[in-house]
């Protein structure tokens, strides 16, 4: 099987499925997992704009989408193309599990698909319930963003046992934010990941600063791994095991 992979994190749950360079045989320049491999993976593009006559000459039997990275015009191209498609449509870490089966089938690993999705499932089951302080996860600086409770890096922090707001929900899931709309939600925890963009604590104190002076309740401060955020697929039970550690660490 010949597979272009065009999310990178499901190049990694690729290789993690037991696919290696022989067969993942396209992938964008962010694909960098896992690093002993991925660099035998010819680059056919990035996630917004793959070099369409690139992804022709590596002749796929399937290529990975996802359904929020990728624009609907190249899953449109795959189609007149010919090429098999894996569309993933992950906005909770709740359907990462379905989602391994779905692409492990896909690719004929089914027996270490299962494997990973009975494992996530079991982390999931031990997760802390809900609570009532306020959080969001921030992802971009200038215009200052975040990522809503509707999408998976939302989804990331309410499985912490935060309240992940939804502070637009009419919106793309991605709101820009004013020190005036985190007063009005009453958030209390912001935590700013380190990608898409890395954010620094001085950023992070400076956003609570501007909500202290508008007269607000300084919301508390905290820098998370990105990747453990919003690598969706494989990757999901580490990510979620990484910040339940976090949230201990940090006394909450």
Known sequence: MRVVSLVPSLTLTLFDLGLDATSIVGR??????PKDQVG???VVGGTKTPTRSKIISAQPDLVVLDRDENPKAIY?????QGFATFVCHVKHPRDVPSMLRELSVAVRCEA????????LEETLASLPSSGHEKALP??????????????????????MGFDVVNIDPEGNGYPELTPAVLNQHGIRHLFFSSEPYEFNRQEGEHVADAVEAIGGKR????????E???????HTNEGLKHLLNART???L
Not at 76 to 80: F, K, L, S, T, V
Not at 138 to 159: F, K, Q, R, V
């Open 249 to 251: 660490q940090l006394g």
């Open 76 to 80: 449109e191209w795959c189609q007149e």
């Open 228 to 234: 453990a955020l919003t690598w969706m697929g494989s």
């Open 40 to 42: 035998n993976v010819p």
């Open 138 to 159: 921030i992802i971009w600086h200038e215009p200052l963003m975040a990522a809503n409770a509707t999408t998976y890096a939302g989804g990331m922090i309410s499985c």
């Open 28 to 33: 964008t320049p962010w694909c960098i997992h």
């Open 112 to 119: 270490r698909g299962e494997s990973m999705a009975r494992e």
């Open 219 to 226: 919301p508390l401060v905290h820098l998370i791994d990105g």
